[in-house]
């Protein structure tokens, strides 16, 4: 597993699904070249959320791509059923929604139980209270800065209060502080400040670049992070 220390630096993890679809396993490697080091896996169903994306098999085939944390949001229900296949493909982290499911406990119970980190998933307009009986079985905690779905929308500002909250709930636990959606140059310092430490960025990173010129990857990975603070 590629996922072996915690830390709560800042980290850039760009979602592939702003990458160009043709060639994937070439802009995996670009943007880890160019310092990234997780790189997000949208999986959308189509039900769960409008949109649909990536199966086990296509996650399988950008595991040998990858060589730091292939961080695996599945946007999918239900998701029980499919964990084992996603645990196979290689995913290091596996996130799922409080939403997706009636018993996430168990869900998380059984991601840790196939040798994955777990990630838990909050929609924007889900509180966090019943967090608190979960972080037990948590690893990482990804809050939603935009209704789940599609990239390029804009950051919801109410998720600021959210991260704040969760930092403080979290304490002193290795539990990572993830933000997807809407993270930008112009929003991370405040998600920054509130308390996250890996921000998905879609459009942020591939902006501007290809893998025929990936170092506009490595600019724009290295403009995030400054403005991050």
Not at 4 to 27: H, M, Q, W, Y
Not at 199 to 222: E, H, L, T
Request: net charge negative; charged share 15%.
């Amino acid at each position: 597993m590629s996922y072996t220390t915690f830390d709560r630096g800042v980290k850039i993890a760009p979602s592939i699904l702003s990458a160009d679809f043709a060639n994937f396993g070439a802009e995996c490697r670009a943007v880890e070249a160019q310092g990234a080091p997780w790189v997000h896996v949208d999986v959308m169903d189509g039900h769960f959320v409008p949109n649909l994306t990536f199966g086990p098999a296509t996650v399988k085939a950008l595991r040998p791509h990858i060589k730091g944390v292939m961080d695996v949001h599945l946007m999918i229900a239900p998701v029980d059923a499919y964990l084992p296949a996603y645990a196979e493909a290689g995913a290091d982290v596996i996130s799922a929604h409080y939403e997706a499911g009636p018993h996430i406990h168990r869900t998380l119970q059984a991601i840790r139980g196939l040798g994955c980190k777990a990630g838990l998933c909050l929609n924007p307009g889900t509180a966090i209270e019943p967090v608190a009986y979960l972080l037990d079985q948590v690893d990482l905690i990804n809050v939603m800065g935009v209704n789940p779905g599609f990239g390029g929308q804009k950051f919801i500002r109410s998720q600021l209060e959210k991260i704040a909250a969760l930092r403080q709930m979290i304490g002193a636990r290795e539990i990572h502080i993830q933000i997807d959606g809407g993270v930008a140059r112009d929003t991370i310092a405040e998600i920054r400040a509130a308390g996250a430490d890996v921000f998905v960025a879609g459009n942020a990173v591939f902006s501007g670049g290809s893998v025929d010129k990936p170092q506009v990857y490595g600019d724009n990975i290295a403009a995030l992070v400054a403005a991050a603070g």
